[in-house]
């Protein structure tokens, strides 16, 4: 394959206004030269007729206990109206549930048409979900994003998996009628929350990171003030995304010979 | 629909006192015999529980959320029967935490208070306090005033089943019948109908459990749920699990396992209003 015909999609999510696509395919051009698109949310895919079954499909890749895998299970009525909502309203924020990473790829790729699902082809799938995947501790982590075909890239994951400061848990929970702004003003340590336009800002980084290992580069960085850096705290994550450099100084070179590769 | 409502007051005259004596100048009642009484009161409860052997909604539970819920449904002329275990409605609506009986509620859930008439201070912003038992006579005057009918020391015992396992209505008995081991007592129980059951009976979500246990509901383990997202999960998740059954208030937590909560009695009110709402919308297309 000729690199140059290379074609990243993001497909936008309408249930988080904050995540501006137009703004992260700007920047994957800027900073890459790789051809890319937006294109309308995955779900508006789902043919009428065929509501039903995806809405099933999407209650079975829930995850209904956090410390059992997944493997199958009969959804109830109530859990695939939910989804069916939730298909017919790509704009409705997904909240409380989390979903098995794995099983969403196999879906979305479902969605995506023979062209899209060829080799030159790079799709990013933005979603409201929360995603994760099953750790070798025998428990479900939340997730920012999910390298695989397509890419998963979840705004909510950027808010709920790297853990917020220690304080705010404690203070949450003695206190539960405090709101999240109430804490997070009396607990030191910033965060990234809902509605903010740093999650974009901040998800660049994991467009990038998708971008590498599809080229696969090793993409995780030692260094924490990169964006190639794995942040497991939001202090991290912002110091990584947010903060500046952008890069360190190998990833700074190694975005340069990208750029130039799919410019030349 | 509300038209046999009599409302019939009749206090015996009982024997003076030499108290009451000395109070011959106050008003008295009009006598009646103990038959007239007994007639008035069973008439007044056959004619009732006649015409609500069929209704149009079974809310079982009279906390906070079953209240709300019901009052909401009678309030847009929905034909609505509350059942309650106990012999008093409110549930855990008439105490705060540690048996305060000051209750609080968060934005936006002061507009119930509001609609309720019942008042509050803001002590911080966005943060109410009410009175237990002044927001919990109102809510069920409130259910009162809006027509529902209240059967209480009634216990859900069993769901009445329709084609394709939909939801239609709940066998019950009296709760001390219930309550008696069976050798003891050989009451059986009886069935009423509806076209939407409503489980609004709290952490125990009776009548989610009695699906699950006949296998025909199989709901989340304990923990199924990311909390952190949104404070109000339980006003989220608040809809039809089945069909012909929707779960409120706390039996949402137990049926999509969240995490137990203190008395967040704002989201009690909101999710028993949220219930009424997916009761209207499945009852126009029933
Ligand atoms: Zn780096």
């Not at chain 1, 990473?101 to 060829?118: C, H, V």
């Not at chain 2, 305060?100 to 008439?117: H, Y």
């Not at chain 2, 069909?243 to 704002?266: N, Q, W, Y």
Request: include cysteine.
């Amino acid at each position: 394959m000729n690199l140059k015909d290379l074609e990243l999609t993001i497909y936008r999510d309408p249930a988080t206004p904050e995540l501006d696509e137009q703004e992260l395919c700007r920047y994957v051009e800027g900073t890459t030269s790789i051809n890319t698109i937006t294109k309308e949310s995955i779900l508006e895919r789902v043919d009428e007729a065929k509501v039903d079954v995806f809405s099933k499909r999407f209650a079975e890749s829930r995850v209904r206990d956090i410390e059992e895998k997944n493997e199958g299970f009969e959804p109830n009525f109530g859990e695939k109206r939910f989804e069916k909502r939730l298909i017919e309203d790509s704009s409705k924020d997904v909240k409380g549930v989390l979903y098995d990473a794995k099983k969403l790829e196999k879906i979305y790729l479902l969605l995506l048409n023979e062209q899209e699902r060829s080799k030159n082809h790079l799709p990013f799938v933005l979603t409201n979900r929360l995603i994760g995947t099953f750790g070798e501790d025998n428990r479900y982590h939340a997730r920012v994003s999910l390298y695989g075909f397509p890419m998963i890239l979840s705004s909510t994951g950027l808010v709920e998996a790297p853990a917020k400061p220690k304080q705010f848990y404690r203070k949450k929970r003695s206190n539960s009628l405090k709101t999240k702004e109430e804490i997070k003003e009396e607990t030191e340590g910033d965060f990234i929350d809902y509605g903010e336009n740093r999650i974009t800002k901040a998800m660049k980084g994991y467009l990038l990171q998708g971008i590498f290992h599809y080229l696969s580069k090793g993409f995780f960085c030692e260094n924490n003030g990169c964006r190639f850096y794995n942040a497991h705290w939001q202090q991290e994550l912002i110091n990584a995304q947010i903060n500046k450099p952008e890069f360190c100084n190998k990833h700074k070179k190694e975005i340069k010979e990208i750029k130039k590769r799919f410019s030349d | 629909m509300r038209a046999f409502r009599k409302i019939i007051i009749i206090i015996k005259n009982h024997e003076k006192t030499e108290k009451q004596k000395n109070c011959d100048k106050m008003p008295k009642f009009e006598s009646a015999g103990e038959k007239q009484i007994t007639r008035a009161i069973s008439e007044s409860f056959r004619d009732v529980f006649e015409e609500y052997a069929e209704s149009d909604v079974i809310v079982v539970g009279g906390g906070p959320s079953g209240l709300m819920a019901s009052r909401e449904l009678a309030k847009n002329d929905v034909k609505v029967l509350l059942i309650e275990a106990n012999n008093y409605l409110g549930g855990g609506f008439w105490l705060g935490g540690y048996l305060m009986n000051k209750l609080t509620v968060r934005d936006p859930a002061q507009s119930i208070l509001d609609e309720l008439g019942v008042p509050y201070e803001e002590p911080e912003d966005n943060l109410y306090v009410a009175t237990g038992p002044h927001a919990c006579s109102k809510l069920i005057g409130s259910a009162c005033d809006a027509g529902v009918e209240i059967l209480n020391m009634t216990k859900f015992q069993d769901v009445v089943l329709r084609r394709d396992n939909r939801v239609g209505g709940a066998v019950i008995n009296w709760t001390p019948v219930d309550a008696l081991p069976r050798e003891i007592t050989c009451v059986d129980p009886v069935g009423i109908e509806s076209k939407l059951v409503i489980d609004a009976t709290g952490h125990d979500a009776e009548v989610v459990s009695k699906m699950e246990e006949r296998g025909l509901l199989e709901t989340s383990g304990y923990g199924g749920m990311w909390v952190e997202k949104s404070e109000d999960l339980v006003v989220e998740h608040t809809d039809l699990i089945h069909p012909g059954l929707i779960v409120t208030g706390m039996a949402v937590s137990t049926t999509f396992g969240l995490p137990r909560m203190g008395p967040t009695f704002g989201s009690m009110l909101m999710s028993g209003k949220k219930a009424a709402e997916v009761a209207i919308e499945e009852l126009e297309n029933f």
